[in-house]
Nanobody
Framework: QVQLVESGGGLVQPGGSLRLSCAASGITFRLYTMGWYRQAPGKERDVVAVITSGGSTNYADSVKGRFTISRDNAKNTVFLQMNSLKPEDTAVYYC????????WGQGTQVTVSS
């Protein structure tokens, strides 16, 4: 069964950190470009960070220098380390796997608030 399961979301104060994880099953993980997207209330889903099968990374301008995407092919898992969080980072974060077609996780809520 193909599945992407996110974890690690929660409530954090501004300036804090969170680490999101996305565990994949049912796919040949190493072949997939993996990404993190987010969707705030009333807004469209936007890309946050992407890591290719070869390990190249790209980030949205709004998170450059604060967020880091990484992958562990042995564990079929992609991570998003989020530091210096801001209230505007509040959103549902979704894991995406792309190889010919897109696969999505169910999302995990991140709330940055004092």
């Amino acid at each position: 069964q193909v599945q992407l399961v996110e974890s690690g979301g929660g409530l954090v104060q501004p300036g804090g950190s969170l680490r999101l994880s996305c565990a994949a099953s049912g796919i040949t993980f190493r072949l997939y470009t993996m990404g993190w997207y987010r969707q705030a209330p009333g807004k469209e889903r936007d890309v946050v960070a992407v890591i290719t099968s070869g390990g190249s990374t790209n980030y949205a301008d709004s998170v450059k220098g604060r967020f880091t995407i990484s992958r562990d092919n042995a564990k079929n898992t992609v991570f998003l380390q989020m530091n210096s969080l801001k209230p505007e980072d509040t959103a549902v974060y979704y894991c995406n796997a792309n190889f010919i077609k897109d696969l999505w996780g169910q999302g995990t809520q991140v709330t940055v608030s004092s």
